[in-house]
C-alpha cells in the first residue's frame, strides 16, 4: 500500500515562499505520475501541479510562474515549492500519487490512486 506524508511550514505572509514535500514509500516507482492537490474552505479541490509519466508538467493557470512542481527519485521526494504566495492559495494541500507511469494519461483533473493526509497552508495579507 501506497503511503504518502506531506510536510512543510505552513504559515507565511502574502509576497511570501513556501516549500512542500512529499515523502513517496518504497512502492512508488520513479516514473509514476504525481501531483499536488489543494482543497480552500468552501470550494472543490483542485489539480495545482501535476507530473506525468513522461516527465512533463502540468499547472494550474493560478499558479502557474509562481509554482514548481520537482522531485527527487532516488529520495522518492516530491516537491511544491511557491513563490510570491497569495491569500488566496490558501488552503490544505495534498500530494498524490498514480500506480502507474503512462505517458499522456495524468493531468490536474486525473483521478490519481494515493493520496497523502494533506498539509495546512495560510497566506495572510
Known amino acids: 500500500q501506497e503511503q504518502l506524508v506531506e510536510s512543510g511550514v505552513g504559515s507565511v505572509q502574502a509576497g511570501g515562499s513556501l516549500r512542500l514535500s512529499c515523502a513517496a514509500s518504497?512502492?512508488?516507482?520513479?516514473?509514476?505520475?504525481m501531483g499536488w492537490f489543494r482543497k480552500a474552505p468552501g470550494k472543490d479541490r483542485e489539480g495545482v501541479a501535476v507530473?506525468?509519466?513522461?516527465?512533463?508538467?502540468s499547472y494550474a493557470a493560478s499558479v502557474k510562474g509562481r509554482f514548481t512542481i520537482s522531485k527527487d527519485n532516488a529520495k522518492r521526494i516530491l516537491y511544491l515549492q511557491m513563490n510570491s504566495l497569495k491569500p488566496e492559495d490558501t488552503g490544505m494541500y495534498y500530494c498524490?500519487?498514480?500506480?502507474?507511469?503512462?505517458?499522456?494519461?495524468?493531468?490536474?483533473?486525473?483521478?490519481?490512486?494515493?493520496w497523502g493526509q494533506g498539509t495546512q497552508v495560510t497566506v495572510s495579507s
Open positions: 507530473f506525468d509519466g513522461d516527465g512533463s508538467t
Open positions: 518504497v512502492d512508488t516507482h520513479s516514473s509514476y505520475c
Open positions: 498524490a500519487a498514480a500506480n502507474h507511469g503512462i505517458a499522456g494519461l495524468c493531468h490536474l483533473q486525473y483521478d490519481f490512486t494515493y
